[in-house]
């Protein structure tokens, strides 16, 4: 015959006190990933013109990025829009002019080519920088450490306490993950100022220095909630 579980008890008994404690890491870590957003701009009298402006420049951004091959991990096409722009006179809904607008977003993993491409992107015309924002990969072993760390001061945190009563840990009754964080949101390297720039070959004659960006270290905390029984202390 099965002996039936004892009844769950919350708030511990005299015969088996429970103890609550958190456990808490941070780790300090290079970021794995850096990522960079860009707007390219087209604008024309009619939409015809504006939209074949829009898919050339699209275009010649992608090409860009996919040239440094490996060092992009990932890059995606993100929001279209063509948009009519009315005349501020006259009567009727007459339309002056369209714009043209697409974003992309891009994965770096190699960060020696970021300065590079971004450098050379800004210097597309009626294109637009954003970044970058460095992050870790969601399978990051950084994070697999910092929980584990947090699990390890729950457990030094609970054998203390008990310690300082004058007894030992009897048992753990539950352990919950209350979050893994990678920090506040990654502050921009151009400390979320854009990169704007519209030059043509007439307009510079030799390319702009890449810039030098160096990447921001990433702040990783982890938290941990736990509870174990004691043996009765002698008080």
Do not use: C
């Amino acid at each position: 015959m099965t002996t039936p579980a004892a009844p769950h008890t919350p708030h511990g008994t005299p015969h088996a006190p429970l103890l609550h404690v958190r456990g808490e890491a941070t780790l300090e870590v290079d970021p794995e990933i850096a990522r960079i957003s860009v707007s390219v701009t087209a604008r024309g009298r009619d939409r015809h013109t504006a939209l074949d402006d829009l898919t050339r420049r699209n275009a010649t951004a992608l090409d860009l990025v996919k040239s440094y091959g490996d060092a992009v991990e990932h890059i995606a096409t993100g929001a279209l829009s063509i948009t009519p722009e009315l005349a501020p006179h006259g009567r009727g809904e007459r339309i002056r002019t369209y714009h043209g607008h697409v974003h992309l977003t891009a994965d770096l993993t190699d960060f020696t080519a970021l300065g590079e491409l971004t450098t050379r992107l800004a210097d597309l015309d009626l294109t637009r920088v954003d970044g970058p924002w460095w992050h870790l990969r969601p399978d990051s072993p950084h994070h697999r450490d910092a929980r584990r760390q947090a699990v390890h001061e729950a457990v030094r945190r609970a054998h203390e306490y008990a310690d300082a009563l004058g007894t030992t840990v009897a048992a753990l009754i539950e352990l919950a993950d209350t979050g893994t964080q990678g920090g506040p949101r990654p502050r921009s390297a151009f400390d979320r100022r854009t990169i704007r720039m519209s030059a043509t070959a007439q307009e510079t004659e030799t390319a702009p220095e890449p810039l030098d960006l160096e990447p921001q270290r990433i702040h990783l905390q982890a938290e941990v909630s736990a509870r174990f029984t004691m043996v009765p202390p002698h008080l």
